[in-house]
């Protein structure tokens, strides 16, 4: 039971994470003063929310899905999906750490109070807001891939 | 108050160029060579949290040793939103190509 409850955080945090990126995009469309401390707050908010769902995600792949044998990694492969972890898991993985570096760098470029009269200055944080919410839909996309594959290999349809 | 870029966000955006082409490069390299895989598992004892790890250190140490003035002359708003853009794109496809074709192999 524990290990199934236990990988939940790493969703619910990555889709709060999303909507933390989401909610600075918004501030950033409506830059002034009076909104400048909020965008970065939730900008940190998204980042801190994507650092807590890599990490327990990372520790839940490491501890659970891994396990010798065991593991959703064996039950994927041993079944009718096994590209399922080939394919949409082993890139998942690693487009992760986009997500994860793309949060931090929009934390460091709003911290610059430029950007409220600079409008190159927004598009620049406007994309690294619109990729991270891409790829935040992305992975959270490819985690019901891996999930569906588990089920079919447990259930075998 | 001047409303110019400054010096992190221009050595932060260009060390997650050359962090995310890195990491994209490394997943080839760890998969198609097994010793640097065994050699990142040894590490720390999974060769993804070490992958992690690795691409972590590039990003802040390069975001650090870009944080400087010359870099910031050298760079405007518009350069660095496309090399964000692009360097996103490039990684994606190194990474996603290559899961692609090795399933689609195997």
Known sequence: ?157 | MEHKLDKKTVGFTLSYAYATIFSALLVILKETYEPIKDAMKALTGHHWATHGLLTLLVFFILGYVFAKDKYLEKYDEKKLTNLTIWSTVIATILITGYFLIHTLAS
Do not use: C
């Open chain 1, 1 to 157: 039971m524990f290990k199934i409850f236990s990988t939940m955080p790493h969703v619910i945090f990555g889709v709060w994470g999303i909507i933390m990126a989401i909610w600075a995009i918004v501030e950033i469309l409506n830059i002034s003063e009076s909104n400048y401390k909020r965008l970065r707050t939730v900008s940190l908010l998204s980042s801190i929310f994507i650092w807590i769902s890599y990490i327990v995600g990372g520790w839940w792949y490491w501890v659970y899905y891994g396990a010798k044998e065991v593991g959703d990694k064996y039950v994927i492969k041993g079944g009718p999906w096994p590209w399922a972890h080939g394919f949409f898991m082993e890139t998942k993985e690693h487009l992760f750490f986009i997500v994860l570096l793309l949060s931090m760098l929009l934390v460091i470029i709003v911290k610059n109070q430029a950007i409220i009269h600079n409008k190159k200055f927004q598009t620049l944080a406007l994309t690294v807001a619109v990729i991270v919410v891409i790829f935040g839909f992305g992975m959270e996309a490819f985690g019901s891939i891996i999930t569906k594959g588990v089920k079919a290999g447990l259930l075998g349809f």
